[in-house]
């Protein structure tokens, strides 16, 4: 039997950004987990222009090819870690766009979160963010992995856990995947 698929999705895409440097640490602890089949989705090789599409996503009628490999790309996930940093105490503009184009894709799909930042370890930006994905149907798990000052753990371009941290990854991921398969049915 197959595992589900995770996406674990790159929010940040400015210049000089850590998340991929994150997102290789936790691609690693999901996949010695094993629960998922484990992509790495990168929004800034997307390059989405800020939403563009003459029909509502709603319709699932894309006119723009980045759209539409956008939507490809969604729909193969079955679940989804969001990697993601606060900005202003809220969420990034990117990852907002990028959510916004489509809307059946994310239906009846668990989320959670590996979020980073200052002090307060991007806790706010998921809390922000929680509303938008209820609204689509998703299901955001309450746990995340918080990841408070991010930058002392950054060594040449790695991320180096600090020590406890892969046991919160690996119990979130466990969470995770109890929702999927709870969910598969929704989605089928």
Do not use: C
């Amino acid at each position: 039997m197959s595992r589900p698929t995770l996406h674990i999705i790159i929010a940040s895409t400015r210049p000089g950004r850590v998340g991929p440097a994150i997102a290789a640490w936790f691609e690693g602890v999901a996949k010695e987990q094993g629960s998922f089949d484990v992509a790495v989705i990168d929004l800034k090789e997307f390059n989405l222009p800020i939403y563009n599409e003459p029909g509502h996503p709603m319709t699932g009628v894309y006119a723009f090819d980045d759209t539409k490999k956008w939507s490809a790309s969604v729909t193969r996930a079955d679940a989804f870690v969001f990697v993601m940093p606060e900005y202003n105490h809220s969420f990034n503009a990117a990852l907002k766009n990028a959510i916004d184009f489509l809307h059946r894709e994310w239906n009846y799909k668990p989320v959670a979160f590996v979020s980073y930042g200052g002090i307060s370890a991007g806790t706010r930006a998921v809390q922000s963010l929680k509303p938008t994905l209820t609204a689509l149907s998703m299901f955001p798990l309450a746990e995340q992995v918080a990841i408070a000052s991010h930058q002392q753990y950054l060594a040449d371009g790695v991320f180096h856990a600090a020590a406890g941290l892969d046991d919160v990854a690996q119990s979130m991921l466990g969470n995770l995947a109890r929702w999927t398969s709870a969910m598969a049915s929704l989605r089928e």
